[in-house]
């Protein structure tokens, strides 16, 4: 069961516009919110959270939504650039260890 | 300031093969998990630890094994090893749960063959 979903597999914006990336859950449980940002050969680092309590965490070009009545959230990064390039992971925690993870988000970011 | 600490980075088996993926933290954080990676998929979880000699599954536990002896430490052993364990494993480890942001690995690709 995919309780985690990123339905964009990939996202291509030019350098200075807006990316949005977009992730939907279906456990009313989660508690917590995550986004991670993966590049090639590399382990996925923690980028911005937010907790269920709130509706908008914002860290400098970063900005993440939730929408708890729509089981949504999103990633903003403004502006974009090339070094945005990875893939993003949108992942979700309840009260336990469980974090579960959505397939990603390629994003590229074109000079 | 090392972090979290995985080997090998690469490594082909053959079916029935078995083999232990070593994972090593130095943050002193009491949470250690193993995460597999499959093409197009999100990670999912194999086992966790919440400290020194406590272990737990996770949602995919079955063909795996762990131990944790110790805090730094956190093995995930692989017993008669299948095709479908093809996939690349991220150990990670946070300070808290509930939430807290995880520290991972740079992973470990693993063929079965």
């Known amino acids: 069961d995919q309780q985690v979903k990123q339905n964009s597999p990939s996202l291509s914006v030019q350098e200075g516009r807006i990316s949005i990336l977009n992730c939907d859950y279906t456990?009313?449980?989660?508690?917590?919110f995550l986004w991670y940002k993966k590049y090639p050969a590399e382990g996925p680092t923690f980028l911005i959270s937010?907790?269920?309590?709130?509706d908008k965490n914002e860290d400098g070009r970063f900005t993440v939504f939730l929408n708890k009545s729509a089981k949504h959230l999103s990633l903003h990064i403004v502006p974009s650039q090339p070094g945005d390039s990875a893939v993003y992971f949108c992942?979700?925690?309840?009260?336990?260890?469980?974090?579960?993870f959505g397939a990603g988000t390629r994003l590229t970011v074109k000079p | 300031n090392a972090g979290v600490t995985q080997t090998p980075k690469f490594r082909i088996l053959k079916i029935g093969q078995s083999m232990t993926l070593q994972c090593a933290q130095d943050?002193?954080?009491?949470?250690m998990y193993w995460y597999r990676q499959d093409p197009g998929m999100g990670l999912k979880l194999i086992y966790y630890?919440?400290?020194?000699?406590?272990?737990d599954k996770g949602e995919v536990p079955n063909g795996y094994n762990v131990s944790r002896s110790t805090t730094e430490d956190f093995p995930l052993r692989l017993e008669l090893a299948a095709p479908s364990q093809t996939s690349v494993y991220f150990c990670?480890?946070?300070?808290?749960?509930?939430?807290?942001?995880?520290?991972f690995g740079s992973g470990t690709q693993l063929s079965v063959l």
């Open positions: 630890s919440v400290g020194a000699g406590i272990t």
């Open positions: 456990n009313s449980m989660f508690d917590y």
């Open positions: 943050m002193n954080h009491n949470y």
């Open positions: 992942a979700a925690s309840p009260y336990n260890n469980d974090m579960r």
């Open positions: 990670a480890s946070s300070y808290q749960d509930s939430g807290e942001k995880l520290f």
């Open positions: 937010i907790s269920s309590i709130k």
